[in-house]
């Protein structure tokens, strides 16, 4: 059987999604790995007062492809932006450009979708699931298809406890709830949205659920395989550790406790943090495509691309190791020192949501407005809680996924497959892959540099004596308005530190005797 870029050598390959997060990684991997792959087909949209020829040029000049850009200085021209649109009938793709791409293209990597959990279900429906339909009827009529990879998310089915790799009944027939919501209004949909979704928590799982129905119906025409990856955070190892180019899912979070701003969060210590990292999605994804391929399956091969089963690491862990790496490296202008906590308790959650989030912040804005400036700190909590809520979710309970097909895909790779795309998470380090995690965010996403680092903990010093001194001032406060004015309370105070001295004099007197 040939390798993973022996195969892949001489093929053209159509990628959606490849401006997102994970599309740049499979891209840079697939470029440098495969490095005899023929040409990239990327569907691109123009976006932004940007031509795609632009945003394809500006994700290229990323650091993410450096090591390409030194391996290949050319490598761009095997990259071929298509204009397309996901929201148009037929993708918006020209009759050029569909003629070229059914006539050459032997892989697809469908990657796009949106992310957004809040996302309004037509809206969802559209990119997620319409849009999936569009792109396969499409590859229907490539006269050299010989695999379409199609990337969904591992909580499709999160209304099981246990998931295995296998396509689940659709909530409901997709044909049907396009038809019917094609003539409802946006107002009508979203009332009637809680009840479509059922016992799934947003129309991301819900959409994305039924566009594995759409792809399992095609399984008969082509060769088809599917990703789920659980929540992907940062590279462990490629192109270089942590790199990380967005605020979604853990990165957000991870920066806002960084920066001081994030206190407390509603979430399970004991539960499994399923965090994965994106090149092992991206080399599970381009070793499907191989495999897939090759063997042509007869029906669709779904791979749970998760860590909880082999190699799980928990919440509670993953908050000891993100405060320990910012307080050894902390983000640069931090708004407190790094301190946030994980409870499962409703109303303790709360509690320091007010005493440490809201009250706070309405001082900062307090402040901002005698300084003749906008306030901005509440309006920051505020969309804080609403990431959190949609986290909150994921990060209060386990699931338990299945992995067999993932095992066997990585036993039919050869040992040198197998370290050029390593998707064995056995061997992932949590405490160094959470670290790099960390400082990947401060490189890459908030662009700071680490020769500022001495700089961040003199400014963490500095908030922490002015931390002190509110906090002595604070006390004498209360001790003039309450202690020193009631003579119950001075009782209640001498007698609590008589207490402390006869205790101290007990121990005193007791080691004394033992010496």
């Given amino acids: 059987m040939a390798s993973i870029a022996d195969y892949y050598a001489g093929k053209n390959v159509l990628i959606t999604g490849a401006t997102g997060f994970m599309g740049k990684v499979l891209v840079e991997k697939l470029l440098r790995s495969c490095s005899d792959v023929r040409a990239l087909y990327l569907l691109v949209r123009p976006k932004a007062g940007q031509s795609m020829q632009e945003r394809v040029s500006d994700m290229m000049k990323c650091k993410l492809f450096d090591r390409v850009r030194e391996d290949n200085p050319d490598f761009h021209q095997k990259i071929i932006p298509i204009s397309s649109e996901l929201m148009q009938p037929g993708l918006a793709i020209s009759p050029e450009d569909e003629e070229r791409l059914t006539a050459c293209i032997n892989v697809v990597f469908h990657c796009a979708a ?8 037509k809206h969802a429906l559209q990119l997620n699931v319409i849009a999936t339909q569009q792109l396969l009827s499409l590859a229907r009529r490539m006269q050299h298809l010989q695999a379409f990879i199609h990337i969904s998310t591992a909580y ?27 003539w409802m209004d946006d107002g009508i949909a979203c009332d009637i949205t809680p009840r479509l979704i059922g016992d799934r928590p947003n129309t991301y799982t819900y959409t994305k659920a039924l566009a594995e ?35 979604n ?92 906590n994980i409870t499962s308790n409703y109303l303790i959650n709360q509690y320091w949501i007010l005493v440490s989030h809201k009250f706070p912040a309405l ?102 004596n002015i931390r002190y001194t509110f906090n002595t001032l604070l006390l004498v406060f209360i001790w003039r308005v309450f202690i020193a004015r009631s003579q119950m309370a001075r009782n209640i105070w001498y007698f609590v530190v008589s207490l402390c001295f006869k205790f101290l004099s007990y121990f005193r007197a007791s080691s004394t005797l033992t010496k």
């Fill in 213 to 247: 129905c759409v792809v399992q119906q095609e399984s008969g025409k082509f060769s088809i395989g599917i990703i789920r990856p659980s929540i992907v955070g940062a590279s462990w190892q490629e192109p270089f550790p942590g790199w990380i180019d967005n605020f």
């Fill in 114 to 121: 949106t992310i957004r959990f809040d996302e309004p279900l």
């Fill in 249 to 340: 899912g853990p990165s957000g979070i991870f920066i806002a406790a960084g920066k001081g701003i994030l206190r407390t969060m509603r979430a399970n210590n004991d539960a499994v943090a399923d965090l994965i990292p994106v090149d092992v999605v991206i080399n599970l994804t381009i070793a499907a495509g191989w495999y897939t391929a090759v063997n042509r399956p007869k029906a669709a091969l779904v791979y749970n691309c998760t860590t909880g089963g082999i190699n799980p690491f928990h919440w509670g862990e993953i908050e000891h190791h993100v405060m320990s790496t910012f307080k050894r490296n902390p983000l640069e202008q931090a708004f407190r020192r790094p301190n946030a």
């Fill in 363 to 464: 001082i900062y804005d307090l402040l901002l407005r005698l300084t003749g400036q906008k306030p901005q700190m509440m309006r920051i909590f505020n969309r804080l809680h609403k990431a959190i809520g949609l986290l909150e979710y994921f990060s209060s309970q386990d699931w338990e996924w299945n992995s067999e097909n993932m095992s066997m895909l990585m036993s039919q790779l050869s040992p040198e497959d197998r370290r050029t795309f390593n998707f064995d998470v056995r061997q992932l380090n949590w405490p160094e892959y959470i670290e790099n995690y960390c400082i990947g965010t401060k490189k890459y996403v908030l662009n700071e540099d680490m020769s500022g680092i001495p700089a961040a903990r003199q400014h963490l010093r500095k908030l922490r």
């Fill in 156 to 182: 499709a089915n999160c209304n099981r406890r246990h998931i295995d790799e296998v396509i689940y009944p659709p909530p409901v027939e997709p044909k049907k709830l396009i038809e019917s919501l094609e």
